[in-house]
């Protein structure tokens, strides 16, 4: 019953917000770098009650720290954002983009044309309000503008790093 209520809640909460929002198609570039966002808004980037809720959450492992005081307390990001997108099978998925800083960027990544780099990590909300992470990447911007995205192997231990706030190396 309890899961039925909150997912309800959810649900109502992610309908009021769309209803009250303007979609914004123009904008193709999913990821964007740290010197091409606008400042001024935040068109596509959404912090609402369903990120909200999931942000209150734990991962199985990591139950002391709830997720979103981990991810938003990670220290080597720079930029972090929570971004929806629902699903017509009813699934909403939330993508966390962390950003780091620049000047940690390798000679190699930049002689690549390595602009800036992230990580993203997507949540999967099931109708029934379970969750689960379903994969974490690695976002290449490259001074030509596109951005390149690395599915990485060890989605835990990159996990582990952020929340036990440790340097996640490339």
């Known amino acids: 019953m309890r899961n039925f209520f909150l997912l309800t809640l959810m649900i109502a909460t ?24 606008d400042k001024s808004s935040a068109k596509g980037i959404t912090n609402s009650g369903i990120a909200d ?23 080597y990001f720079t930029k972090k954002e929570w971004k929806e997108t629902s699903a017509q099978n009813g699934k909403i998925y939330i993508d ?16 690549d044309g390595v602009s800036a780099r992230a990580i993203d990590v997507k949540f999967v909300i099931n109708p029934d309000g379970s969750f689960f992470v379903a994969m974490v990447s690695k976002i290449d911007a490259k001074t030509d503008g596109k951005f390149y995205s690395y599915p990485l192997e060890d989605s835990a231990g990159i996990l582990a790093k952020m929340y036990a706030n440790k340097e996640i190396a490339f």
């Not at 009021?16 to 914004?24: E, F, I």
């Not at 209150?56 to 938003?72: H, P, R, V, W």
């Not at 950003?99 to 002689?111: G, P, R």
Request: charged share 20%; glycine share 4%; with cysteine.
């Open 53 to 75: 809720a999931l942000k209150n959450k734990t991962l199985a492992g990591y139950e002391s720290t709830t997720i979103g005081t981990a991810f938003d307390s990670y220290r």
């Open 96 to 111: 966390f983009i962390g950003w780091f800083d620049t000047n940690a960027l390798d000679a190699l990544s930049i002689k």
């Open 14 to 37: 992610f309908l009021c917000a769309t209803a009250c929002s303007k979609n914004d198609t123009k904008n193709t570039n999913k990821y964007p770098a740290e010197n091409q966002v």
